[in-house]
């Protein structure tokens, strides 16, 4: 099945920096790459998602970048926010979602 | 804007007993799924349905588990004799024309004393 690798796992970075998380997938055929956001106690949220035919795609100051070879996507948040300060999961799907471990990212004010 | 809402937000059994977990999807949605979040550790999927009907399911969805989809809206996950393993954070999720873009509910905590 599906292996999704993400690191780090923890990632703590000063209001305004920018923070990247980065995931690989073992599985050629995923197409498609969502991230979630979960804030403690929450439900996971869908924040962005790429797919397959595409390499980057932004979202305000949220953006990802699949890599089809490498077989591995990031996401990159830019002047970060304390209300940035979540857990994220990258996540691939062939047939099914397949998550990353999660990394948690704490926004120093 | 629609959400995935499940019942009930967190609920206690004994060992050994029967638990219904409940949800309700996005009203349009035709894709349904079960997750569980063990604390502190990734979201791992338990099982997709579409069109009444099983398509996808993992080691971790043994014959203690079952889904359902009793009525138009509700769609039920059993574990028919709980394990303290069990215990854990259970997320439904929808979505509307495959397992892309999934929506997930607010969770139910089931601890197993």
């Known amino acids: 099945g599906e292996n999704v690798e993400q690191h780090p796992s923890t990632l703590s970075v000063q209001e305004g920096d920018s923070a990247v998380i980065k995931c690989t997938y073992s599985?050629?055929?995923?197409?498609?790459f969502p991230w979630y956001k979960q804030e403690l106690g929450k439900r996971p949220q869908l924040i962005i998602d790429?797919?397959?035919?595409?390499g980057e795609k932004k979202d305000q100051r949220i953006a990802v970048t699949l890599n089809k070879t490498a077989k591995h996507f990031s996401l990159h948040i830019t002047e970060t926010q304390p209300e940035d300060s979540a857990v994220y999961f990258c996540?691939?799907?062939?047939?099914?979602?397949?998550f990353g471990a999660g990394t948690t990212v704490t926004v120093r004010a | 804007e629609p959400e995935v809402t499940q019942t009930p937000s967190h609920q206690v059994t004994q060992m050994g007993q029967e638990v219904i977990l409940r949800c309700v999807p996005i009203?349009?949605?035709?894709?349904f799924y079960w997750y569980r979040q063990i604390l502190g550790q990734k979201v791992e999927f338990l099982v997709s349905?579409?069109?009444?009907?099983?398509?996808?399911k993992s080691e971790i969805f043994d014959d203690q588990f079952s889904v359902e989809r009793p009525d138009g809206s509700n769609f039920t996950l059993k574990i028919r004799s709980t394990k303290l393993e069990d215990s854990a954070m259970y997320f439904c999720?929808?979505?509307?024309?495959?397992?892309?873009?999934?929506?997930f509910g607010p969770g139910t905590r089931l601890t197993v004393t």
């Open positions: 009203s349009n949605h035709l894709y």
């Open positions: 790429i797919r397959s035919n595409v």
């Open positions: 999720a929808s979505s509307t024309g495959g397992p892309d873009e999934q929506y």
């Open positions: 996540a691939a799907i062939k047939y099914k979602l397949s």
């Open positions: 599985d050629s055929a995923s197409n498609y």
């Open positions: 349905f579409y069109n009444n009907e099983i398509s996808e």
